[in-house]
């Protein structure tokens, strides 16, 4: 806990100073039972004031040691919570609200400013940002993790949005800016969405696809894929129909599940898997019935996704094939592939061995794009452990940047177990914040599982 001023210091008449409920460097918000206040240092309230965010009557100063301090008094009625706090629920009303105050601060700073930093100001229908994040984060984002309790997701991922809440799909396409009349059928009960326009609300563009520290897999997804759904006529008058099918191949852990299933989230749309311990079957016929269901079935819910996993497992070699097997469910992907693309069937494969797939499914036509999927760089970890560390509590002063050399070169799932590890160790010490120490400890749990030596003794690795 960061105490700015002596413990009963009057902050302003009728409130002394105490513990913070929420901090960070540059602000604090203190809690009591008639309102809530918020404190920030001079070099901030600069910031607000330049970004004309701030009008007199919202603030007063008060002074300490010769240093100017600002001072913002919220009501209990109204929110003053951080954008990274979230409630754990909120209803329709309270939604809107927090939409329309994303508005009005976009009035005056611009999209380069992340809000997810800032702090919800509601009695003024503001978001106050902290400027501290260097990666930014969009707004429907910001919107998706306010209104979900702090799930990462866009609010443009309707369908998700609506699972993980109560809000009403009205309220839903009027946070989104659809511009939708609803309609009701009495018949029927349905709501029935037109846009005023005559689009479609299905065929709303999609935002830019984010991936944390994987900057070429973000862009190749972005060009080839997103561009394509989001100026599908621009594009089939020149030729180009829906995405072409993809292979991602690295490593085991390298994060090709993991980009796969950030873009299935961002995309929204069904998804559908095949993958050996599903599908396959000693049954003559068997294996290649299970899969025509599969693209059978996406095409019926397209636009959907269709992932294959290790997919060396069916398109391996037909010249290595050791039965006909092999040969009959190689003939059925060949012959379902294209056909899944013309219906929007957006195919993903992934694989560790590409030098196992029959040369055949590797032309173009089929997968238009092989794309390698290697163990992250140092730079992609530092911001994979930058992002983990804005979901959770911790210190300001981690090494970032060592720890990054530290587990470079190691799989995804490592860094994933060393943020989660360094959390419980922090915890499990009592502490509030993950720390430099918890991290280091967690450091050593990572490099410690190498060095164990194969025993025929149970017991944890």
Request: hydrophobic share 40%; proline share 3%; glycine share 4%.
């Amino acid at each position: 806990m960061n105490l700015w001023f002596p413990i009963e210091y009057e902050v302003t008449k009728g409130y002394k100073y105490k513990k913070p409920k929420f901090e960070s460097d540059s602000w604090q918000i203190l809690e009591y039972k008639n309102c809530n206040l918020l404190l920030a240092n001079l070099e901030l309230y600069s910031k607000w004031l330049d970004d004309n965010l701030l009008e007199n009557y919202m603030y007063e100063f008060f002074s300490f040691n010769n240093k100017d301090y600002l001072l913002i008094i919220s009501d209990k009625e109204n929110l003053l919570r951080p954008i990274e706090k979230p409630l754990n629920h909120i209803n329709d009303n309270d939604a809107i609200s927090f939409s329309l105050s994303i508005d009005k601060t976009r009035e005056e700073i611009d999209s380069t400013v992340s809000l997810h930093d800032g702090v919800f100001l509601e009695k003024y229908s503001l978001i106050l940002p902290s400027y501290l994040i260097s990666e930014q984060v969009s707004d429907d984002y910001v919107l998706g993790n306010w209104v979900t309790g702090g799930v990462n997701v866009s609010t443009y991922s309707r369908r998700r949005i609506l699972q993980l809440t109560t809000l009403k799909e009205e309220t839903l396409i009027k946070i989104t800016k659809k511009d939708a009349k609803v309609i009701r059928d009495d018949k029927s009960e349905n709501i029935i969405y037109k846009k005023d326009d005559g689009i479609n609300l299905d065929s709303e563009k999609l935002g830019i696809f984010t991936l944390s520290g994987r900057p070429e897999l973000e862009s190749f997804f972005n060009e080839y894929i997103v561009e394509i759904i989001n100026n599908q006529a621009r594009y089939n008058a020149l030729g180009i129909g829906f995405p072409s099918a993809v292979i991602l191949y690295g490593p085991p852990g390298s994060g090709k599940t993991y980009a796969v299933e950030q873009l299935i989230n961002f995309l929204d749309w069904p998804s559908y898997r095949i993958e050996a311990s599903s599908v396959a079957s000693p049954y003559i016929h068997e294996t290649s019935k299970k899969v025509a269901e599969i693209f059978d079935t996406a095409m019926q819910n397209s636009p959907s996704v269709l992932v294959i996993d290790e997919m060396e497992a069916f398109l391996s070699d037909r010249d290595n094939a050791t039965s006909q097997h092999n040969i009959e469910e190689m003939a059925e992907f060949l012959r379902r592939i294209p056909e899944a693309t013309e219906n929007e069937v957006l195919i993903i494969a992934m694989t560790n061995k590409l030098d196992m797939i029959d040369p055949a499914i590797l032309r173009r036509g089929r997968f238009d794009h092989i794309i390698n999927v290697d163990y992250a760089s140092t730079l992609e970890i530092e911001s994979m452990i930058h992002n983990s560390l804005l979901k959770i509590a911790s210190k300001d002063d981690i090494d970032i940047n060592f720890f990054a050399k530290e587990l470079s070169g190691r799989p995804l799932s490592d860094v994933a177990f060393f943020i989660k590890e360094g959390a419980r160790l922090a915890a499990r010490s009592a502490k509030d914040k993950l720390n430099n120490e918890s991290l280091n400890q967690a450091l050593e749990s990572v490099k410690n599982r190498e060095q164990v030596k194969k025993s025929n003794r149970v017991g944890f690795i």
